[in-house]
Nanobody
Framework: QVQLVESGGGSVQSGGSLRLSCAAFGYTYSTQCMGWFRQSPGKEREGVAAITTGGGTTYYADSVKGRFTISQDNAKNILYLQMNNLKPEDTAMYYC???????????????????WGQGTQVTVSS
């Protein structure tokens, strides 16, 4: 089992920055991918950024490329999402997720991720 705990959400104005953190506990050593997803009211959850835990290959949704940066501290089992130049459309609940499948790459297919955190709210005002 892997437990994920997100933190760092909050309210900012458009153009501002936030850094989300996700602490992973438990049976973490076999995790292949770590990622961030988000869900806005009335919308489906969508992938935002992901990273392979071994090689550090990163993946980004087109809507956040150039603004968000995913990173990891493997020694501390913490995943980060640095979010810059935030826009009102970034407002959502952000979820950390872990995938232990040995697929060689990360996927945006939500049902393939086995572990999820409870989420942290990000609100961006114009």
């Amino acid at each position: 089992q892997v437990q994920l705990v997100e933190s760092g959400g909050g309210s900012v104005q458009s153009g501002g920055s936030l850094r989300l953190s996700c602490a992973a506990f438990g049976y973490t050593y076999s995790t292949q991918c770590m990622g961030w997803f988000r869900q806005s009211p009335g919308k489906e959850r969508e992938g935002v950024a992901a990273i392979t835990t071994g090689g550090g290959t990163t993946y980004y949704a087109d809507s956040v490329k150039g603004r968000f940066t995913i990173s990891q501290d493997n020694a501390k089992n913490i995943l980060y999402l640095q979010m810059n130049n935030l826009k009102p459309e970034d407002t959502a609940m952000y979820y950390c997720a872990a995938d232990r499948r040995d697929a060689g790459l990360c996927t945006w297919t939500e049902r393939l991720w086995q572990y999820w955190g409870q989420g942290t709210q990000v609100t961006v005002s114009s």
